[in-house]
């Protein structure tokens, strides 16, 4: 399984918090790419909710400020 942020997005508008099955049924409904539904179902379910996309990868950017160099540095 791996995440890009690209493949991640795809999640934003899901309906959190959602289980595995919910997620991979919005995924199939929303037409995301199928990278995004074979990641779901590798998920190891434990019939928990997830609250938000960083529940599935720990990484994800919180803030759009991780990808954007500092314009006053240089």
Same mark, same amino acid.
Do not use: C
């Given at each position: 399984?791996?995440? !890009?942020? #690209?493949?991640?997005?795809?999640?934003?508008d899901a309906p959190?918090?959602? !289980?595995?099955?919910? =997620?991979?049924?919005?995924?199939?409904?929303?037409?995301?790419?199928?990278?995004?539904?074979?990641?779901?179902?590798?998920?190891?379910?434990?019939?928990?909710?997830? #609250?938000?996309?960083?529940? =599935?990868?720990?990484?994800?950017?919180? !803030?759009?400020?991780? $990808? $954007?160099?500092?314009? #006053?540095?240089?």
């Open positions: 399984m791996y995440w !890009t942020l #690209e493949l991640a997005t795809k999640l934003e959190w918090p959602a !289980t595995k099955e919910e =997620l991979i049924d919005f995924a199939i409904r929303s037409g995301a790419p199928m990278e995004v539904i074979e990641n779901l179902q590798e998920i190891e379910d434990e019939g928990e909710a997830y #609250e938000s996309i960083e529940d =599935l990868w720990p990484d994800y950017p919180s !803030t759009d400020d991780d $990808f $954007f160099f500092d314009a #006053e540095e240089y």
